[in-house]
């Protein structure tokens, strides 16, 4: 089992950055990769970006490549997602989601590390809230 919890999510004005934390916890021995998520209300649940445990491989959602970073700090088993030049549109709760490493690699594939059916394990979320 992993417990994630995800923080630093807040309101911030367009334009402004957030950084997001995901601390993992439990069996963190057997992560593969931790991919963000975000859905804003009324709205299905879209990939954000995600990161290959082992060998720091990144992902992105067209919508925030070039303003988002996702990092992961492997000793501390917590990854981030520094989000700059914030829009409006990127107002959403933010989650975290743990693929292990006893499941099947997704290898390079954008599309298989963009799919929540790709992970096992998830937070709550964190609010994100940008204001125009």
């Known amino acids: 089992q992993v417990q994630l919890v995800e923080s630093g999510g807040g309101l911030v004005q367009a334009g402004g950055s957030l950084r997001l934390s995901c601390a993992a916890s439990?069996?963190?021995?057997?992560?593969?990769?931790m991919g963000w998520f975000r859905q804003a209300p009324g709205k299905e649940r879209e990939f954000v970006a995600a990161?290959?445990?082992?060998?720091?491989?990144?992902y992105y959602a067209d919508s925030v490549k070039g303003r988002f970073i996702i990092s992961r700090d492997n000793a501390k088993n917590t990854g981030y997602l520094q989000m700059n030049s914030l829009k409006p549109e990127d107002t959403a709760i933010y989650y975290c989601?743990?693929?292990?490493?006893?499941?099947?690699?997704?290898?390079?594939?954008?599309?298989?590390?963009?799919?929540?059916?790709?992970?096992?394990?998830w937070g709550r979320g964190t609010q994100v809230t940008v204001s125009s």
């Open positions: 439990g069996r963190t021995f057997s992560v593969y990769g």
């Open positions: 990161i290959s445990w082992s060998g720091g491989s990144t």
């Open positions: 989601a743990i693929r292990q490493t006893s499941s099947v690699s997704l290898g390079s594939s954008w599309y298989l590390w963009s799919k929540g059916r790709s992970y096992e394990y």
